[in-house]
């Protein structure tokens, strides 16, 4: 069975800095997808980025990108220029790709406190 | 646009007692699924759903029964509350079932005294 682990519970960062969140991932498979998820204080959680395991290409959206390193199974979210509003739980997930696989596995999370 | 929709928020039960967990989206998602959140222990998928009047089972399904008789809901009941069913409880859909990526509800905080 896959895992993810996010070895980090709790980060912290001083506004307008950058910060990485670890995520590593145990897998057999060649193709999957990654995700990092955030879940505000208000609790509802919302997609970051995306990132499918036959691009080479990093994902980038905005402030936030990954490094995605397939043999080494590591995936970490880079936020730059963070703000205020950046402070949550963010959790890395992995899914399989195709089949009828449907699931996502989820890590345990990384509190993220942005310091004024 | 309401998209994921749960109901109640927050719900406090006697063990033994019996409930269900709306969900609705108007997304007109395929996939549907539900997760519980426990401290230290991230989301755990409970069931989830492919599709109309297809169900399956996730990490952690006993204690709970689902349903998807229509494409917009997707029902979670408790049979028999436990004090080890206390969590939040998440659901969640997806345009397609192998996307992952996943819209969610706002959660439902259910204490089991």
């Known amino acids: 069975a896959q895992t993810v682990t996010q070895s980090q519970p709790e980060m912290s960062v001083q506004e307008a800095e950058t910060v990485t969140l670890s995520c590593t991932y145990d897998?057999?498979?060649?193709?999957?997808?990654l995700f990092w998820y955030k879940q505000p204080p208000s609790r509802q959680m919302i997609l970051v980025i995306r990132?499918?395991?036959?691009?080479?290409q990093n994902a980038t959206e905005n402030r936030f990108s990954v490094n995605f390193q397939k043999a080494a199974k590591s995936f970490s979210l880079k936020i730059s220029d963070s703000q205020l509003g950046d402070a949550a739980m963010y959790f890395c997930?992995?899914?399989?790709?195709?089949?009828?696989?449907?699931?996502?596995?989820f890590g345990k999370g990384t509190l993220l406190t942005v310091n004024p | 646009n309401a998209g994921v929709t749960q109901t109640p928020k927050f719900q406090v039960l006697k063990t033994g007692q019996s409930m269900t967990l709306q969900c609705a989206q108007d997304?007109?998602?395929?996939?549907m699924s539900w997760y519980r959140q426990d401290p230290g222990m991230g989301l755990r998928l409970i069931h989830y759903?492919?599709?109309?009047?297809?169900?399956d089972q996730g990490e952690v399904p006993n204690g709970y029964n689902v349903s998807r008789s229509t494409t917009e809901d997707f029902p979670l009941r408790l049979l028999s509350a436990a004090p080890s069913q206390t969590s939040v409880y998440f659901c969640?859909?997806?345009?397609?079932?192998?996307?992952?990526?996943?819209?969610f509800g706002e959660g439902s905080r259910l204490t089991v005294l």
């Open positions: 969640a859909s997806s345009r397609q079932a192998y996307t992952g990526e996943l819209f």
């Open positions: 897998t057999s498979e060649s193709d999957y997808y």
């Open positions: 990132q499918e395991a036959y691009k080479q």
């Open positions: 997930a992995y899914k399989n790709s195709g089949g009828s696989n449907y699931k996502l596995t």
């Open positions: 997304m007109n998602h395929e996939y």
């Open positions: 759903s492919v599709g109309a009047g297809i169900t």
